[in-house]
C-alpha cells in the first residue's frame, strides 16, 4: 500500500538569457513511447533520434507510431491533469514533484497492473511563454539521476500455507490499523486475482488463518494492504 510519494530531478539547462521562470507538471502517459540513449554533447544542443526511440512527433522514431499531435495529446497520450507541479527557474538546482495524492495513485496503480506503467510526461503549463524550455537530467546521468522516494506498507508475509485435512490454511501475523485483502487465482501468470478473505484492521498485532477448500489441482495466492 503505497502512503506517499516524491520524485526528485535536477535541471541541468535552461535557455540563453533572459530566461523565464515557469510552472511544470507531471501527467501519468497513457502509451507506451522509446527510450534513446543518446547524449548531447554541447550545451542546449541535442542529437537526432535514433530508430524506436522517442521525439517531438513519433513515440518510436522511424515507425508508424506518433504522438496523437506533436509533443502529445491529452487523453490520448497523456492524462490531462497533472498529477504534481512545480515551479523551475534555474539550472543547476534540484526540483521535487509531490508528495501528492494523485501521485500515490499513480504508483499503486503501476504497482496493481504493471502493464499500464509508461511513466509520467513533463510538460510546461504555458507552452506559449517563450524562454521556459529547460533540460532534464535522466536515469543516465550518473550524477543527477532522478529520484523516486516511496513511502509504502509492505504485506506480511505468509508464515504457513498447509493441506489440513479436506481444506488449505493460510497464515500470517496481521500489524495493527491496517486491513489485509487475501486474494487467490488458478494460475501464477495470467486471470483475474479473486478475493478470498478480508481481515482487519486490529487494534493490536493479531494472528491470522484464513481456510481455503481444496477443490482444485492448483492455486496460487497473495495478500495486499487496503
Known amino acids: 500500500k503505497i502512503l506517499s510519494v516524491i520524485l526528485t530531478n535536477e535541471c541541468v539547462g535552461d535557455p540563453d538569457e533572459p530566461w523565464n521562470s515557469a510552472n511544470f507538471g507531471l ?33 518510436f522514431a522511424f515507425t508508424t507510431n506518433t504522438w496523437g499531435v506533436p509533443g502529445g495529446q491529452a487523453g490520448v497520450d497523456y492524462v490531462s491533469v497533472p498529477s504534481a507541479t512545480q515551479f523551475i527557474y534555474d539550472a543547476g538546482l534540484f526540483y521535487t514533484f509531490g508528495p501528492s495524492a494523485k501521485m500515490i495513485e499513480d504508483i499503486q496503480r503501476w504497482l496493481d497492473s504493471p502493464s499500464e506503467n509508461f511513466g ?3 510538460i510546461i503549463q504555458n507552452e506559449t511563454q517563450d524562454f521556459t524550455a529547460r533540460r532534464i537530467a535522466s536515469r543516465e546521468d550518473v550524477f543527477d539521476t532522478p529520484k523516486l522516494g516511496i513511502d509504502f506498507v509492505p ?36 486471470g483475474t486475482w479473486e478475493p478470498l478473505a478480508q481481515v482487519g484492521p486490529f487494534a493490536q498485532t493479531n494472528a491470522v488463518v484464513v481456510v481455503d477448500s481444496v477443490l482444485y489441482t492448483q492455486r496460487f495466492y497473495r495478500i495486499i494492504v487496503k
Open 155 to 190: 504485506p506480511p508475509p505468509i508464515e504457513s500455507a498447509r493441506w489440513v485435512g479436506n481444506q488449505f490454511n493460510i497464515t500470517f501475523t496481521a500489524p495493527p490499523g491496517q486491513t489485509y485483502l487475501v486474494q487467490f487465482r488458478n494460475a501464477l501468470g495470467s
Open 27 to 59: 501527467h501519468r502517459l497513457l502509451r507506451d513511447w522509446g527510450e534513446g540513449d543518446n547524449f548531447a554533447t554541447l550545451p542546449r544542443n541535442a542529437t537526432n533520434a535514433g530508430p524506436n526511440e522517442a521525439n517531438w512527433a513519433y513515440r
Open 120 to 122: 509520467w510526461m513533463v
